[in-house]
């Protein structure tokens, strides 16, 4: 059974930082493609970022409202996923989910979620 | 990148009605690579649609999905009582892989 479990999330101030982690189970890990993908309180989903598979180098992508701030990585001999956050805004508050991209091969829509973990930006 | 708009916002309908949800996209979607998820308060969205009109793995055949470029529909033929929730569009052939803004389907 594929199973994606988030880390991590809690209370930080503006200016802070935190280190997410995704443990991945029951597939894989290191075939996917993997995403970061994040829902303010009440709002949309909003992509956040991805890295590519070891065949296409582990590259990464970000969106621009966090390009610059936040890293993704991954460690496939701990089917682990990790987005490290640093100058964090109040605009950054949401649960924060990690999903498995469906191919192995390119982009493609997300088949597996974690139950999502809350990070919330507050003085 | 591409912006997806969904509609309506708010869908009010009875079980056992037909419900049809549209996204449209600023820009063609390549290869039809656009997904639909479903969303219930407090879960993870869970993917029910790809390549436009491909249903997930465990999706009640009652989910279809159609359209191409910058038209797509979800249409649920009968609504069941679990399938009121949010629901979102998203393209995945170009980056920024995006979401559109979600359609509420509620109980009338």
């Given at each position: 059974e594929v199973q994606l479990v988030e880390s991590g999330g809690g209370l930080v101030q503006p200016g802070g930082s935190l280190r997410l982690s995704c443990a991945a189970s029951g597939?894989?890990?290191?075939d996917h493609y993997m995403d970061w993908v994040r829902q303010a309180p009440g709002k949309g989903l909003e992509w956040v970022g991805r890295t590519r598979n070891k065949a296409n180098s582990y590259t990464t992508e970000y969106a621009a409202s966090v390009k610059g701030r936040f890293t993704i990585s991954r460690d496939d001999s701990k089917n682990s996923l990790y987005l490290q956050m640093n100058s964090?805004?109040?605009?950054?508050?949401a649960v924060y989910y990690c999903a498995r991209v469906?191919?192995?091969?390119g982009g493609g829509p997300f088949d597996y979620w974690g139950q999502g973990t809350l990070v919330t930006v507050s003085s | 990148e591409i912006v997806l708009t969904q509609s309506p916002g708010t869908l009010s309908l009875s079980p056992g009605e037909r419900a049809t949800l549209s996204c449209r996209a600023s820009q063609s979607v390549s290869s039809s690579y656009l997904a639909w998820y479903q969303q219930k308060p407090g879960q993870a969205p869970r993917l029910l649609i790809?390549?436009?009109s491909s249903r997930a793995t465990?999706?009640?055949?009652?989910f279809s999905g159609s359209g191409s470029g910058t038209d797509f529909t979800l249409t649920i033929s009968r609504l069941e009582p679990e399938d009121f929730a949010v629901y979102y569009c998203q393209q995945y052939?170009?980056?920024?892989?995006g979401f559109g803004q979600g359609t509420k389907v509620e109980i009338k």
């Open positions: 597939f894989t890990f290191s964090l805004k109040t605009e950054d508050t469906l191919t192995t091969v | 790809y390549g436009a465990g999706i009640p055949d009652r052939g170009s980056s920024p892989p």
